[in-house]
């Protein structure tokens, strides 16, 4: 699986669109980009995955470069419950009953939002 | 549902000593991990189970072991407690629905964790 590098931190104001960079300049044809966010001392959570095309969900929009290398997490309106650290992991998507879905997570942006 | 339940939430072990940590899931889900965290660091895979009765190495398996009987269930076995085990440890579950074609296991769901501490 391919490996991520994000920024260790960033601030954000609250009520401001926050926007997660992570380059992924190794990532094959067949792996997918998920995010997760980690508030504190809590269990990780769910936010969006991709593979090429640009995702929007409830939480959150997923915007990958044409050429895959990198990607963006954008929180549109960020509120102070916002504040967490952010998971950026790049993986295959294997299917098949190999298919564990395993993810490797590193350390993350911690994501600081100010009022 | 429940969802991913993790008992105990705090525990404090003597060095050597040994104990199980509990995980069960509601959601029908085949797929389990076990992750530690480290302070200050992103998570590891120590373990996980694609169905009952089969488990797999994750990248940190040393000093523990699983066992998968039944669907529900996930315990993590630490048989000789050591310092470097003091982490926060976080179970995990997703599901895999080959029939109908789509693939869901990329969406874990996590515990809310516990927290370990070896004196």
């Known amino acids: 699986d391919a490996k991520t590098t994000q920024p260790p931190s960033m601030d954000c104001a609250e009520g401001r669109a926050a926007n997660l960079p992570c380059n992924h300049s190794?990532?094959?044809?067949?792996?997918?980009v998920y995010w997760y966010r980690q508030i504190h001392s809590q269990g990780p959570q769910y936010i969006i995955h991709?593979?090429?095309n640009n995702e929007t969900n409830e939480m959150a929009s997923l915007i990958i470069t044409e050429d895959r290398k990198s990607s963006t997490l954008i929180l549109p309106h960020a509120t102070l419950r916002d504040t967490a650290v952010y998971y950026c992991?790049?993986?295959?998507?294997?299917?098949?009953?190999?298919?564990?879905?395993?993810?490797?997570f590193g350390q993350g942006t911690t994501l600081q939002v100010k009022p | 549902n429940a969802g991913v339940t993790q008992t105990p939430k705090f525990r404090i072990l003597k060095i050597g000593q040994s104990m199980t940590l509990q995980c069960a899931q509601d959601?029908?889900?085949?797929?389990m991990y076990w992750y530690r965290q480290d302070p200050g660091m992103g998570l590891k895979l120590i373990y996980y189970?694609?169905?009952?009765?089969?488990?797999d190495k994750g990248e940190v398996p040393n000093g523990y072991n699983v066992s998968r009987s039944t669907t529900e269930d996930f315990p993590l076995r630490l048989e000789l407690a050591a310092p470097s085990q003091t982490s926060v440890y976080f179970c995990?579950?997703?599901?895999?629905?080959?029939?109908?074609?789509?693939?869901?296991?990329?969406?874990?769901?996590f515990g809310s964790g516990t927290q370990l501490s070896v004196l």
């Open positions: 991709g593979l090429k």
């Open positions: 992991i790049v993986r295959v998507r294997r299917l098949g009953s190999s298919n564990t879905g395993k993810l490797i």
């Open positions: 190794t990532i094959s044809g067949n792996e997918y």
């Open positions: 959601m029908n889900h085949n797929y």
């Open positions: 995990a579950s997703s599901h895999y629905a080959p029939r109908t074609g789509r693939v869901l296991n990329e969406k874990l769901f």
């Open positions: 189970s694609v169905g009952a009765g089969i488990t």
